[in-house]
């Protein structure tokens, strides 16, 4: 066993991107991965730690209870302004805790997130694309495909799933926002999850009183205390909107970057199911996971001591070649499973079915509909989402019919 690495560690995480090339990770993360695919790296603290970028070694973190999810006992592995310990995880917050609180939560909900359900829904996600793309003909031909398409299809969704009235997004878009910048302080970021939750809470007295069809009228008549409803409610609300709209954005984005591959889809709709993957895997948009060793724990021959910080790069594991030939070519008809976009183990994302069934919609519906669909703006000035720690972008200027 070789307990500690000669090398020097490495300064935080690189966040770096080449320039020009968004969908590809920082150059010093592939560097990395391909010379030490686990290595040491000294968090913006001070802390000593780990980084995973390696496909093997991150899904080997990633599944073993012995790393803990919960903030307190983690360093943040980029700076943010402040050294100062981590908060725990809001009540609710399930990326945050450990067994058997999180085993709890996570049987309570996965129930009403099976493949079976979700492809229930597949009907009415075809109904508010098709509604969208409508409103797009009609308002088009220049128009930002965030705000026309990608938001409302997820922000429908999760919103008619949950209960929670899409006229209402305007009190809690810009808190989840707030959540999700790298730049904001914990203390916003305390304040914006009270605001969210604040809103679910009220909302969840009025289930209470006249529950209807829907997931929090189900989890109102749970053993969950009103605090952990709240919790749990803005969770889902916040997951189930910001990532799927930036991955439908972001994958909008690369297509339109790769012209042969957006054809294929357009002309092939059997790509469908493993073009999701696949963009999932070239554009992954969650940066790196957190975990804490709560004891010695070997991986890949290295010794990670009791208390150390490890961050794992999903960016970098899913370019891994050792995982997938020619990693950084885009191609919709790889086999891409074990792509760890939804990251992996007992946190895997709860929603990753919602997910998939919005983007097997989305991504066809667009091209088929609009295949003469453009950028309508210079790539370079597509305001990515680079302070963010769900990576995408901000705004997509798109055209379509003739220049």
Request: charged content about 25%; overall charge negative; hydrophobic content about 40%.
């Amino acid at each position: 066993m070789q307990h500690e690495l000669t090398n020097d560690p490495v300064d935080g995480l690189p966040t770096d991107r080449p320039e020009g090339c968004p969908f590809d990770p920082p150059t010093a993360l592939g560097q990395l991965r391909d010379e030490r695919p686990l290595a040491r790296m000294r968090f913006p603290d001070g802390h000593l730690g780990w980084l995973a970028t390696g496909h093997s070694a991150v899904r080997a973190i990633l599944r073993d209870a012995r790393f803990s999810s919960r903030y307190e006992l983690q360093h943040m592995p980029v700076d943010v302004g402040t050294t100062g310990e981590m908060a725990p995880a809001p009540v609710g917050d399930l990326t945050g805790i450990d067994a058997p609180e999180h085993t709890r939560y996570r049987r309570l909900l996965m129930g009403k997130f099976t493949v079976r359900r979700m492809r229930l829904l597949t009907e009415r996600v075809e109904q508010i694309a098709a509604d969208h793309l409508d409103a797009m003909e009609r308002q088009g031909p220049v128009l930002d495909l965030v705000e026309a398409y990608a938001r409302p299809i997820p922000g429908l969704t999760i919103c008619e799933l949950l209960g929670v009235p899409y006229a209402d997004q305007d009190r809690f878009q810009q808190h989840i926002e707030t959540s999700m910048k790298l730049s904001s302080t914990t203390e916003e970021r305390i304040t914006a999850m009270e605001a969210i939750q604040a809103y679910i809470h009220e909302l969840a007295l009025d289930k209470r009183a006249t529950p209807t069809d829907d997931l929090l009228s189900d989890l109102t008549r749970s053993d969950l205390s009103g605090e952990e409803l709240s919790g749990i409610g803005g969770f889902l609300l916040g997951a189930g909107l910001d990532t799927t709209t930036n991955m439908i954005a972001f994958g909008t984005f690369a297509l339109l970057r790769h012209p042969d591959q957006f054809a294929a889809l357009r002309d092939d709709p059997g790509l469908t199911d493993s073009a999701v993957e696949e963009l999932m895997r070239y554009a992954t948009i969650a940066r790196a996971g957190l975990r804490a060793a709560l004891e010695d724990v070997e991986v890949e021959g290295q010794l990670i001591r009791k208390g150390e910080s490890v961050a794992v790069s999903m960016e970098a594991a899913n370019r891994d070649p050792a995982k997938f030939p020619d990693p950084d070519v885009l191609d919709l008809r790889r086999e891409a499973g074990g792509q760890l976009g939804f990251g992996h183990g007992i946190h895997q994302c709860l929603g990753q079915q919602l997910a998939r069934v919005e983007m097997r919609v989305a991504f066809p519906a667009l091209v088929s509909r609009f295949p003469t669909l453009r950028l309508a703006v210079a790539p370079e000035d597509v305001p990515l989402r680079t302070g963010m720690n769900i990576f995408g972008v901000h705004e997509l200027p798109v055209a379509w019919g003739e220049e």
